[in-house]
Nanobody, 124 residues
Framework: QVQLVESGGGLVQAGGSLRLSCAAS????????MGWFRQAPGKEREFVAT????????YYTDSMKGRFTISRDNAKNRVYLQMNSLKPEDTAVYYC?????????????????WGQGTQVTVSS
């Protein structure tokens, strides 16, 4: 069992930055692949980024490459999402998720645990 709690969301102007943090409970955190998803009003949940259990492998949605960076600290049971050059279209609720498997990293149904989400609003 893994419990996830996101933090770090807020209101930022276009071009600004935010760093999201996800705190995980449970001693098995380091065995999970972690991901970030987001969901804007009226839209489906969208894959943002994922990181392997070791932190050696990361994948991003194309539109976020170069702007967003996912990282993790297994000693602190945390995963982070650094978001730079934010755009109004990045406005959404951002969710942290944990997956026990290695396939389908962009598929939300492959993730076993989810946080409650944190709101990110980017003003123009």
């Amino acid at each position: 069992q893994v419990q996830l709690v996101e933090s770090g969301g807020g209101l930022v102007q276009a071009g600004g930055s935010l760093r999201l943090s996800c705190a995980a409970s449970g001693r098995t955190f380091r065995s999970y692949r972690m991901g970030w998803f987001r969901q804007a009003p009226g839209k489906e949940r969208e894959f943002v980024a994922t990181i392997s259990w070791s932190g050696d492998n990361t994948y991003y949605t194309d539109s976020m490459k170069g702007r967003f960076t996912i990282s993790r600290d297994n000693a602190k049971n945390r995963v982070y999402l650094q978001m730079n050059s934010l755009k109004p279209e990045d406005t959404a609720v951002y969710y942290c998720a944990a997956a026990g498997g290695v396939l389908g990293y962009s598929d939300p149904t492959k993730y076993d645990y989810w946080g409650q989400g944190t709101q990110v609003t980017v003003s123009s």
